[in-house]
């Protein structure tokens, strides 16, 4: 299992590399963009990844409320925390896309309106893990998933309404894709997906050392005062 | 099912009463209130007009903070005197516990909206050019759907650092749908420009899931605490 | 023109950022351990 990761590790590299040379220099230049078009490579591809991430922590979650496995536990907090870092790459590569393009770095519109809002709810998610002490993270944790997930159609609908109630232009507009830049995108994304996938991974083992580390260090703590006592007498 | 109404009848009185006494939340969500609305008033001095389309955010802004000072003492009683412990080992329902706390705080605030509601219409020169039996209604689905998250989300933050900071960052972007919806249907009444019906549907939506959501898994995050 | 250098740029510092905030956790980590095999150790 170790030996894979190195392996992997390479090939992911070359996966994205061969992804941002198919963005940057084989796709064609888009007819009414140009060439700040390309941000779309990178832009897509980061949300996808960021809501399949966030999809398997609401799985993850509901896993742990029924079974409380610990393994569940971990891939919840894992995948958050990854699902944000790739969120945050869409939300910030999306204005610096729309400023060029459209003239307006921000608008309220469906599709970031949605994502701003799961990045939030998803921030709050981590920010209660970290600040939590209860011996019952996890579990206050996997519930916020579930509530964050009861909302999101709420948001969607919300958001929709208010859109057809105060309509504005459509920011990353629709319109047919050429082939080669159909092409450029599947490749990113899939790059990006492995790419996610191995720093899940890293994070994931990270997680585990970590609380392998915590078990011992607690029944040190609980043995150590006994073991003193009986030298001292 | 007498039992749970029993006793979330049971509990609610005597908060009711207890907070009578003391008035202690009463009073810091009145002043809260009272200051932001003054703020509020000093800093936009908008026109009749302007100020009906701009009045349901401000409005529901103020409420949201008030209620949120209301929300971080809903369980400090509970947390001085070890009664969540008592609870946890008891037979009692901890959904009873759970009704009853957030029927205390819908309370509350409704009592401040009442309170700050002449004010605001005072300092902005409000009238509603629309339905304005439908405010009434806005106020209690959005207030219900501020207080039955509020008290769910300040039980799970009891155990957390910073606890009052806990509360409204969990609380705001869970909530804004709801928010979203209150500021368009107030605007929508007071402006006259357009129907809040999908609104308050969406407002009713949101409290249905939620208040279903949070009983539903209540006795978990008592247990866990 | 920039504005594309600058989005790819700015993904890639965000990426960076994050494995950089793990690979601190994990010297960290792996520090903590090597203290702990110290103290018992010395036992």
């Known amino acids: ?233 | 099912m007498s039992g749970v109404a029993g006793l979330t009848r049971a509990t609610l009185a005597k908060d009711l009463r207890l907070e009578w006494r003391s008035k202690d939340a009463i009073n810091s969500m009145l002043f809260f209130s009272l200051l932001v609305v003054v703020i509020f008033s000093f800093s936009f001095d908008p026109t009749a007009e302007e100020s009906r389309r701009i009045a349901g955010g401000l409005v529901w802004v103020a409420f949201l903070f008030a209620a949120v000072v209301a929300l971080n003492q809903t369980w400090a009683r509970e947390m001085r005197n070890q009664v969540l412990d008592a609870y946890r080992v008891s037979p009692a329902p901890p959904n009873a516990l759970f009704l009853a706390k957030v029927i205390g705080n819908f309370i509350f605030v409704t009592i401040l909206q009442a309170l700050m509601t002449p004010l605001f219409i005072v300092f902005y020169n409000l009238r509603a050019l629309g339905p304005a039996y439908q405010l009434p209604i806005v106020a209690a689905l959005g207030t219900w759907a501020l207080v039955v998250n509020g008290t769910f989300f300040a039980a799970m933050s009891l155990r957390t650092r910073s606890r009052e900071i806990m509360l409204p960052l969990l609380l705001f972007p869970i909530s804004i749908p709801a928010l979203l919806a209150m500021v368009e249907a107030t605007g929508a009444i007071l402006t006259g420009e357009f129907s809040a019906k999908f609104w308050i549907v969406l407002l009713a939506a949101y409290d249905v899931v939620f208040t279903i959501a949070s009983l539903f898994l209540f006795g978990l995050v008592l247990q866990a605490e | ?43």
């Open chain 1, 1 to 233: 299992m170790k030996r894979a990761f190195p392996i992997l590790a390479v090939l992911t590299g070359v996966l994205l590399s061969y992804a941002m040379y198919q963005a940057l220099v084989v796709a064609p230049t888009e007819q009414t963009m140009g060439d700040v078009q390309r941000i779309f490579y990178y832009h897509v591809p980061s949300a996808w990844t960021a809501f399949i991430l966030f999809a398997i922590n609401f799985v993850a979650s509901i896993v742990y409320l029924i079974q409380r496995n610990a393994k569940a536990d971990m891939l919840a907090l894992v995948t958050a925390e990854v699902g944000v870092v790739f969120c945050t790459v869409n939300l910030v590569t999306g204005p610096i896309w729309a400023r060029p393009v459209w003239g307006i770095w921000w608008t309220w519109d469906l599709r970031l309106t949605l994502t701003l809002v799961l990045w939030l709810i998803y921030v709050s998610y981590i920010v209660l893990r970290r600040f939590s002490s209860s011996g019952q993270t996890p579990l206050l944790a996997a519930v916020l998933a579930v509530f964050g997930a009861l909302d999101v159609p709420l948001v969607y609908f919300s958001i929709w309404f208010f859109r057809t109630q105060h309509p504005q232009p459509v920011i990353g507009g629709g319109g047919s894709l050429d082939p080669r830049m159909w092409h450029a995108l599947w490749i990113n994304w899939l790059a990006f997906s492995c790419f996610a996938a191995l720093v899940c991974w890293s994070r994931f083992r990270l997680e585990v050392l970590r609380r392998d580390l915590d078990e011992t260090l607690a029944l040190e703590a609980l043995l150590e005062p006994r073991s003193s006592k009986a030298r001292s007498s």
């Open chain 3, 1 to 43: 023109m920039s504005y594309l250098y600058a989005a790819y740029i700015a993904t890639w510092t965000i990426h960076i950022a994050y494995l950089a905030t793990l690979l601190r956790r994990y010297t960290r980590l792996r520090n903590e351990i090597a203290e702990f095999k110290g103290r018992i150790d010395d036992k």
